[in-house]
């Protein structure tokens, strides 16, 4: 069964950094995009990142860019998001996915089929 479990989340002040971790079982996470979202209460689910497997295309919404980092670390089967300069409208649960299939990455949500369980990040003072 594969399996997604996010972890790293937390509260934080505003600027501060936090760095969440997407590890993954049963499949090799480099050969797949795995994507991050999230959700704040009462909105839509937003894609934040993703990254490719092996093509190595890397995504980033337009609200994180320059402040999130994504990455993959093979060795560990995770695929990391750095987040930096961190503003209260990035509270939200953060969930990352994997893609139904190993091209590319997309920030639609309709191209994954499994999720993890979502991690709390809140910024707040």
């Known amino acids: 069964q594969v399996q997604l479990v996010e972890s790293g989340g937390g509260l934080v002040q505003p600027g501060g950094s936090l760095t969440l971790s997407c590890a993954a079982s049963?499949?090799?996470?480099?050969?797949?995009?795995i994507g991050w979202f999230r959700q704040a209460p009462g909105k839509e689910r937003e894609g934040v990142s993703c990254?490719?497997?092996?093509?190595?295309?890397?995504y980033y919404s337009d609200s994180v860019k320059g402040r999130f980092t994504i990455s993959r670390d093979n060795a560990k089967n995770t695929v990391d998001l750095q987040m930096n300069s961190l503003k209260p409208e990035d509270t939200a649960i953060y969930y990352c996915?994997?893609?139904?299939?190993?091209?590319?990455?997309?920030?639609?949500?309709?191209?994954?089929?499994?999720w993890g369980q979502g991690t709390q990040v809140t910024v707040s003072s």
């Open positions: 996915a994997k893609m139904k299939n190993e091209n590319g990455c997309t920030l639609g949500q309709t191209s994954y089929h499994y």
């Open positions: 049963k499949f090799a996470i480099r050969y797949y995009g």
């Open positions: 990254i490719s497997g092996w093509g190595g295309k890397i």
